[in-house]
């Protein structure tokens, strides 16, 4: 069974950091663009932060370049997102998502191109 877990969110104050991760099971990563989405209360799920099976290419919002960074271990069928520099409106449910789309560096943050998603993980940033 194909499964992808989230795992690192929390409570943070601004201007911390967290490190999410999004464990693979049931199928390998290394064939997969992976991305993390985020959903906040009333709005929609938007694109974080992306990046392309072979680790070549990824994609920031914009909102979040030189704070995130995404990154992939295939060793450890694991993909993270370190979150740096945190503020209240990165608050959200963040989610990672599967794309099937193997040796390629071509990368996409629409969410609707995704195929396996997680259950998500909750970030809050308050103090």
């Known amino acids: 069974q194909l499964q992808l877990v989230e795992s690192g969110g929390g409570l943070v104050q601004p201007g911390g950091s967290l490190r999410l991760s999004c464990a693979a099971s049931?199928?390998?990563?290394?064939?997969?663009?992976i991305g993390w989405f985020r959903q906040a209360p009333g709005k929609e799920r938007e694109g974080v932060s992306c990046?392309?099976?072979?680790?070549?290419?990824?994609n920031y919002a914009d909102s979040v370049k030189g704070r995130f960074t995404i990154s992939r271990d295939n060793a450890k069928n694991t993909v993270f997102l370190q979150m740096n520099s945190l503020k209240f409106e990165d608050t959200a449910v963040y989610f990672c998502a599967a794309l099937y789309f193997p040796h390629s560096d071509l990368v996409s943050c629409l969410p609707e191109n995704y195929d396996y998603w997680g259950q998500g993980t909750q970030v809050t940033v308050s103090s």
């Open positions: 990046i392309s099976s072979r680790g070549g290419n990824t």
């Open positions: 049931g199928f390998t990563l290394d064939y997969y663009a």
